[in-house]
């Protein structure tokens, strides 16, 4: 289906189906048995930073198995372990790992096309230099609150090509390691390379930052072997607050904001002029579009009603915030209101406040 260019009612109804089937799948057996299988060899808990970008989708590029890698999103991929909401986020779900006795490797993302330049991040203008100097100082801040030692949280400053799926990891000396250059899959070979690479990581994150590596070298191979469309014109249709968008993984979709800096409304206000921009353009209906609020919660009781309190309240700000700064945007606003459950991945819509 052209998700982009049906009736909103029927991308909505398109959208809540596809959530589904992402439920389904995360919960069927294969699925949790190949998560089980996997966690009981490689023990270091995976966690991203990266874009809301939809072509950044770190499970399909290093053949992972869903729900392995913990993504942390954000319009343009930018954050501050200042904001007050990151910081307990990130520093709960470190001591969640810490204390069943797992390490975390923290891959902190930039992402850019070789091909051509505008193709790259557009929360940075497009400047590759700049999106790595802001990865680069995120990890000095994931050092300053972890250690510097890097013996419990590995921080990596990590390059996404979007034209192959390729991951450039930067070493512990600034020196890349371009994963579309490497040889053929070689365990062997690699560890070498890693251990040169980073001389000082615990040996279990870097047996367990292999599996990353070689599976990266695999989807390579896939994405060279297939045409893809690269110059895919941005059409984005709805905005997305709050947390559990991993089944948004797909191109030009979505605009995600996570609910982590203070400034929650200066993101959304430039959201909502991208919406605009592309109805007026004539890249997408302009009968309509979607503000999605979703927060996660781990247990019923208490958890998801805050989950519930929490989703309410996004939706309602960034409604609020569309309205005072885009009124005949907002007119052709349809709002959905939602929490996630993280055990299954399931969806559930709630009612509005």
């Known amino acids: 289906m052209d998700t982009h260019s049906k009736p909103i009612a029927q991308r909505i109804e398109w959208l809540m189906e596809h959530a589904r089937r992402h439920a389904a799948t995360f919960v069927s057996p294969d699925a949790v048995l190949a998560r089980q299988r996997y966690l009981a060899e490689h023990t270091s808990a ?6 809301m970008d939809g072509r950044i989708n770190l499970s399909v590029a290093t053949h992972t198995p869903l729900g392995i890698i913990q993504p942390f999103r954000n319009l343009g991929g930018m954050f501050d372990l200042g904001w007050p909401h990151l910081g307990e986020v990130l520093a709960n779900y470190v001591h969640d790992q810490v204390v069943t006795g797992r390490r975390v490797l923290l891959l902190i993302t930039y992402h850019y096309s070789k091909s051509d330049k505008q193709r790259g991040c557009a929360g940075f203008n497009f400047d590759t230099e700049a999106a790595r100097a802001h990865t680069y100082a995120i990890k000095r801040q994931v050092e300053h609150v972890f250690g510097a030692g890097h013996n419990t949280v590995y921080p990596i400053v990590c390059g996404f090509e979007t034209d192959e799926d390729a991951l ?33 990581m615990p040996g279990q994150v870097r047996f367990d930052l292999e599996p990353l590596v070689l599976g990266n070298q695999a989807r390579i191979a ?41 400034n929650l409304d200066e993101p959304i206000r430039k959201a909502a002029g991208i919406i605009e921009d592309n109805m007026r353009a004539g890249r997408i209906p302009d009968d309509g579009f979607l503000l999605l609020a979703s927060a996660p919660y781990n247990e019923v009781g208490t958890d998801r009603a805050r989950a519930e309190l929490k989703s309410r309240f996004l939706s309602q700000f960034a409604a609020d915030v569309i309205r005072a700064g885009h009124p005949a945007l907002a007119a052709k606003m349809q709002v959905r209101t939602a929490v996630l459950d993280w055990r299954s991945r399931t969806l559930e819509t709630i009612a509005a406040a």
């Open 46 to 51: 995976v966690a991203a930073l990266k874009c």
């Open 168 to 200: 450039v990891l930067h070493g512990t000396n600034g020196e890349p390691l371009d994963v579309s250059r490497l040889a053929a899959r070689d365990q062997e070979g690699l560890r070498p390379a890693l251990e040169k690479l980073f001389p000082d």
């Open 222 to 262: 896939e994405v060279r072997k297939i045409e893809r469309a690269l110059d895919v014109e941005h059409r984005e249709w709805m905005i997305c607050v709050g947390r559990g968008f991993d089944f948004l993984h797909m191109p030009n979709l979505a605009l995600i904001i996570g609910p982590y800096s203070p």
